[in-house]
């Protein structure tokens, strides 16, 4: 059942966050958009058209995908790891009213929240550069970052469950969030991949993300919304529920 | 008035061992309870339990008259948990951490906001609301963390092991408190490893071990009941020697290490001899709670 007692976890975030948002902002917001500009004029400038667009244009909807796919995961992994087994947040919570499932909620939309700042940054980068075809379209990217922000945010928390220390959370981000940068078609259209590989990537939350979001900014509308809005979300959800299993099993035994 | 808390044949395994083992306890209200053990016995598992974090394997969890763990949400309204482990926000001032854990009862901003100046008062933090954490010694945060628990205005408090690692100015204050808080009627539950804390709050003391109540009583009746009312420490190298001398002069005598530890109605006659012994240093005091204690629970380590 959902309620509204996730609210107070999630306010306690925000209002953290806001007492360390310049320099968060700063971290989050900086290094994403340096890269879809160095590598868009960089690249871009000894590349033909990709897909039938100059390469930053062709950048801009993949670097949104996977900087509000970074940004949710470090708040799950590295943020969320602090609250429960550094900080003692989460133990502090579980002796009020509130239950693990209240305290997950609120990390949860946290992070798919935070994440949205990202997408914001981008989109005010892709607006004020005219990186976009038409502009009603490139508004929709906004659904599709909350749910790229909510599927992330979902499977972080799972591996925020089983993490013995900050180290671990390398494995994640080599074996899985790394891949799926660079096969889920932000740098290049999967198309360029071997087939075999190209239908690998195909299952990634991050190319479904990619696959929402690249047409909306090149003015098309993307084909197979439902299939890839609805992996997203399932995605998060089996992160979810696996987080709050193995989120119980560590605390509450 | 019903119990605060019944807890009624309770067991709990991990891996094949019984840390909880039928274990029965009922909190009179308005008191101050003791729950004493060696490391291992069952304590923090037993609040675990009293708290519904965790469901037992047998038996059964009143709190407050609610059923645990199915009724938890709603018995941990009107509960106050100290926690051993500091679990203050570090990026909050002292005000922030009160309201920010405030609303986790569902308490509104302002309700809580009127509450803060009582609280920081009762915490002896007054002047210091926008103090950050960082810059509070470790008596003040424990006293803030007192003060947190007390924010929903609870009718029962666990505290778990309040003044680990205090010095004694601090562990002064944190019993002031404490006080304060029995004379208003609260019940507590209170864990701790110093005998002479319990023994100077607690009206009722639970020893436990392995995993069960062995013992139950005030202060004054368990070192009554168990214990000699005289104890004569003894050290120095002349100390085995005079063993079997001092078995005659007392009825019990315990070796632990260097020590000698005679237990005796009768202390005039030891400490007579022991003047007589310069190769011996000793100390003359009345039983206490830690005697009774290491009686129960013998002497060995438990870690």
Redesign the interface.
Known sequence: MINLNWYPVWRRNFLVWKKLAIPSLLGNLADPMLYMLGLGYGLGGLLQAVDGVPYLNFLAAGTLAYSVMNSATFETLYSAFSRMHVQKTWEAILNTPLTLKDVLLGELFWATSKSQLSAVAIMLVIWTLGLYDNFGMSLALLPVALLTGFCFAGMGLAINAVSPNYDFFLYYFTLAITPMILLGGVFYPPSALPAWLADIAAWLPLTHAIELARPLVLGRMPADVVLHGMALIAYGVVGFSAALALTKRRLLK | MTSPLKLAGLSKS?AGVRVVDGLDLELEPGRCHGLLGPNGAGKTTTLRLA?G??SADTGTVDLLGYPMPAE???A??K?G?V?Q????????TVR?NLL??G????MKGREIEARIPYLLEFSGLAGKADAPINNLSGGMKRRLTLARALV?DPDLIFLDEPTTGLDPQARHLIWQGLRRLIGQGKTLLLTTHFMDEAERLCDVISVLDQGRVIVRGSPRELIKQHIEPHVVEIYGDAMAEWKTCASTFCRRCEEAGETLFCYTDTPERVVEELENQPGLRYLHRPANLEDVFLKLTGRDLRD
Do not use: C, H, K, M
Request: glycine share 4%; aromatic share 18%; no cysteine.
């Open positions: 991990y708290l974090l965790i938890a949400a709603l941990r309204r509960v948990v926690p482990i500091d679990s203050l926000d570090p990026d909050f922030e920010t854990y609303r986790y009862f569902g929903n």
